[in-house]
């Protein structure tokens, strides 16, 4: 009976986070899931129509354009913010002013995304943003920094990277704190020079910290929608959209509610399929 009532007492601890996590989670994927598979506007009776919204994706120019833009911001953040960031958790680790220092550059990151992308608005717009009157001085022509072909997801992953990077920073100089002083000590002890402490000592304990801000940084990349309807509303022509900012778009403003659910599970499975992928390369590094 004592083993019995210990049962029942877990699963009433449980049962709170269950329901939230059923209802904040498992029941809107759910929803878009079986959405997806209907003609849904939005209105009216939804028609069972399978998997064409999904095989109408493979034929949808826009669809492709937004997942090489994400694609494209994805893999700049990755290898500009990680670094960036841990570099700076490095530099203000113990410093003077650095308690200052940190709060300063973490101020990005408790700006509302909105007002970030408004704010780069002014910086970035290529007819009367700040960037292009600074190059004007200096004879340069203007640059379509957004709105053009090439260089807006790379504008993005700026502004993305401007606002993530105190976050990020914030959590590497927590998992610094806490590396145990006497393993440092003792490396110092052994003759290790400081590339040798970060290399060997610090960056290896810190695998965890990594993977953390790595995972995070992946689900952020997949929801970047704020910026992107702020910088340039996604044209022209859809040039500059993101999945997110695309299925805002099909959803809402074409009303194709199953097309705008499908790409919503593509995005749910292809982040999730890219932080798996990454925590199983991550684990095979920590075991070699």
């Not at 340069?140 to 920094?145: A, D, E, I, K, N």
């Amino acid at each position: 009976m004592v083993w019995i009532s210990s049962r029942w007492k877990i699963a009433l601890m449980l049962a709170p986070a269950l329901i939230l996590f059923t209802g904040f989670f498992v029941y809107p994927v759910g929803y878009a899931i079986v959405y997806s598979l209907t003609n849904s506007a939005g209105f009216g009776a939804a028609r069972f129509v399978g998997l064409h919204n999904y095989t109408a994706l493979l034929d949808d120019p826009f669809f492709w354009q937004s997942l090489r833009n994400t694609v494209v911001i994805l893999v700049v953040s990755l290898f500009v913010l990680v670094p960036s960031s841990f570099a700076l958790a490095l530099l203000l680790r113990q410093r003077k002013g650095a308690g200052a220092l940190r709060a300063l550059v973490f101020g990005p990151a408790i700006i509302a995304p909105i007002l970030v992308g408004l704010i780069w608005v002014f910086i970035l717009d290529p007819r009367v943003g700040l960037l292009n009157r600074v190059l004007d001085v200096f004879g340069m022509g203007p640059v379509q920094w957004i709105g053009g072909n090439t260089l807006t997801p790379y504008a993005v992953s700026v502004v993305f990277i401007w606002s993530s990077v105190g976050f990020a920073m914030t959590i590497f100089y927590a998992g610094l704190q806490l590396l145990p002083a006497d393993v440092m000590e003792a490396a110092t002890l052994d003759g290790a020079t400081t590339w040798q402490r970060l290399r060997y000592v610090t960056i290896p304990m810190m695998q965890e910290t990594f993977a953390i801000v790595t995972i995070l940084l992946i689900t952020n990349v997949f929801k970047i929608f704020e910026l992107v309807y702020m910088l340039t509303g996604g044209g022209p022509v859809h040039r500059s959209e993101t999945l997110v900012s695309y299925m805002y778009f099909v959803t809402f403003t074409n009303q194709r509610y199953g097309s705008g659910m499908a790409i919503a599970v593509v995005i749910f499975v292809l982040g999730a399929l890219t932080s798996l992928a990454y925590l199983a390369a991550a684990r095979r590094r920590s075991i070699a």
